[in-house]
């Protein structure tokens, strides 16, 4: 196959908009055999498949909801579709509509940062990504798509986008402010020994007494796991655990690991997948499966020291219904 891979933006206005670049990106993909998947919303999905008509029939509908409902997660499955698709002689063509930008800030970021390292991700793969982004968005988030993307679809050609920037160099924008300081309530843990059976005790218990799920308690126990021993092998003391939960906004509950090393440049701060045998190292694997692991991964590495904070989305807990007192 002699298709490069591509990531567009399709910046639209009003219905019409959307159908002037969508379209002609899925009937392309299905003219061409490739596997064309379309990830929209109910009332996207229904126009167009009122649009499409015949070719209709060679179109994956997604739900978006669903597809995009973390973000390493859905960069690792849209990679192994992109291999997979490829072994069959044919090529993944997406096209997906950013539901993301609605969400909380903290992973609004996570989504933006993924559209920019996706670009490092899917390079030497002949994948096709088409991202129709409304107008009617936040401001921000319209600015961010013109910085992640490499080129804008503009009726029916492509052009360079002028805006766009290293995707590096975009994910340290993202880190660019400092995390805000714990609360006063939260518990802290000094880590003296690699004594790995008592720290996942001391999380376990924590953790319980939140209404994080069971199945959510599993990936935390073994994503701190992970981020203590990286601290013990590569860090320097002091190395500390602090827990607390977080109930304005996205309730969640907060895990960090704080200790006083600095990371060398170039660790890919655990974003890429890893690569396939014989492959160029993509950097620290173990943090790639803590971000597969957690809601949201904070990293910031300096003269100060490094912290990496975890979140786990915590579930709405019903209020209690206020008792019905009988006056009769």
Sequence with gaps: MSESFTHRL????????????ALPFLRDGVEAGDRVVAVAGPARELLLREEL??????????????????PSRTLADCLSDADATAWQGRRLRILGEPVWA????LEVLEWQRAEAILNVAFAGSDASLLCPFPSSLPAGVVAASRKTHPETVCGSRSLANPSFIDPWAYSAQC????????????????????????LRAYVGDYARRTPLPDEDLQRLLVAVTEVVTNALRHGEPPITLRMWTRTSGDPSLVCEVTDGGRWPPGTGYGLLPPRPPGAAPSGRFGLWAVRLLCSIVQIRTGDAGTTVRLHLRLPAVPARKAPTIDRA
């Design 175 to 198: 880190d660019g402010e400092p995390l805000p300081p714990p609360p006063a309530s939260a518990e802290a843990l000094k880590i003296d020994l690699p004594d790995l059976y008592w």
């Design 10 to 21: 399709l910046p639209y206005d009003g219905v019409e908009g959307f159908l002037e670049g």
């Design 102 to 105: 609605s969400r909380p800030p």
């Design 53 to 70: 008509g015949p070719a209709t029939a060679g179109v994956e509908f997604a739900a978006a909801d669903t597809w995009y409902s973390h």
